[in-house]
């Protein structure tokens, strides 16, 4: 593949949502990381006050939106020079973005169990797009064999599997309503939100990488 036939607009658009989708996350790691954690050891309620965490939550809802279709489309462009499950990231990436929108519908809906649905769908479809990215980054072929993947690709692949299973694991213990797993519910929202933050930022660097 020549240079000039890489979609490059694709990849840096995908960069950007990268960028966006990690400060999303780690906006939402630092706001609550610190209130849950305490809260589950007993310790009491903890944390900024609601109006500036509020605002940053809704910052970082904001950078969600953007960056699930950024990132969405960045994905698509990065399946065609790099392939694997690039196209299956891209598709989850864009469902986050629709899930936010509908966890939004119920609230204004005020339905609880729309809402309890819509942030399980949340959930994920993040964890998937964070599995599926990490693999294509693992194991995606450049069809340029001159500009083959590099290292970039495989830390970015890795931190974002760790994100997306530790955001599976955590979906699956609210379901299960196992808060009493303490140390493990701590591991997969660390693990989970820290892995999607970092993975993305990395993931929209390796974009950058990827252009022609």
């Excluded at 969600?64 to 990132?71: D, F, P, Y």
């Excluded at 970039?152 to 609210?174: C, F, N, P, R, T």
Aim: net charge neutral; hydrophobic share 50%.
């Amino acid at each position: 593949m020549a240079n000039s036939d890489r979609p490059n607009g694709s990849l840096m658009t995908g960069a950007v949502g990268g960028f966006l989708n990690g400060a999303a996350y780690l906006i939402v790691l630092f706001v609550i990381g610190v209130g849950v954690i305490m809260a589950l050891s007993g310790a009491g309620r903890v944390g900024m006050s609601d109006e500036a965490g509020g605002g940053l939550l809704l910052l970082a809802f904001v950078l969600l939106l953007a960056g699930g279709i950024c990132n969405g489309i960045g994905w698509f462009g990065y399946g065609k020079v790099r392939g694997s499950t690039s196209a299956l990231a891209g598709t989850f990436s864009l469902l986050v973005t629709v899930s936010l929108v509908l966890v939004v519908v119920a609230g204004l809906a005020k339905s609880l169990t729309l809402g309890e649905i819509t942030l399980y769908a949340l959930f994920g479809t993040a964890a998937l797009n964070g599995i599926l990215g990490g693999i294509a980054h693992l194991s995606g072929a450049d069809r340029d064999p001159s500009k083959p993947s590099g290292g970039l690709d495989k830390a970015a692949g890795a931190v974002l599997l760790i994100g997306g299973i530790g955001a599976a694991l955590m979906l699956v213990l609210i379901i299960a309503k196992m808060f009493d797993s303490t140390g493990l519910l701590q591991a997969a929202f660390y693990g989970g939100l820290g892995g999607l933050g970092v993975g993305h930022i990395l993931s929209g660097v390796s974009m950058i990488g990827a252009r022609g």
